[in-house]
């Protein structure tokens, strides 16, 4: 079974950077794609930004420019690097990554890291 390990959530100032890495194990071989969502009060969840089996990229627009989102070779950990951080970008930070699942053949079972909160100070 596939279990997402979250680090490098804290407190950065605005304008700052911070590091956001989630680390898979268990049956990574069956990882499709892997992400970062974010939830603050008053918010929906929303994602952040997400990488596909094929190396794709998505991102939020609010994030297009500043925050950039990697994964390693084997597809285990995925790295958000956040840069320019801004206040709206507080809030609860989860690892998403896609499993395939047997049945039925090509579906996605959806695995969540437990959430890594970020504070923006101004």
């Known amino acids: 079974q596939v279990q997402l390990v979250e680090s490098g959530g804290g407190s950065v100032q605005a304008g700052g950077s911070l590091r956001l890495s989630c680390a898979a194990s268990g049956s990574t071989s069956s990882i499709a794609g892997m992400g970062w969502y974010r939830q603050s009060p008053g918010r929906q969840r929303e994602l952040v930004a997400h990488v596909a089996r094929d190396g794709i990229t998505k991102y939020a627009d609010s994030v297009k420019g500043r925050f950039t989102i990697t994964r390693d070779n084997a597809g285990n950990t995925v790295v958000l690097q956040m840069n320019g951080v801004r206040e709206e970008d507080a809030g609860t930070y989860f690892c998403?990554?896609?499993?395939?699942?047997?049945?039925?053949?090509?579906?996605?079972?959806?695995?969540w890291g437990q959430g890594i909160p970020v504070l923006v100070s101004s």
């Open positions: 998403n990554a896609g499993v395939f699942v047997a049945h039925p053949l090509g579906s996605l079972r959806e695995i």
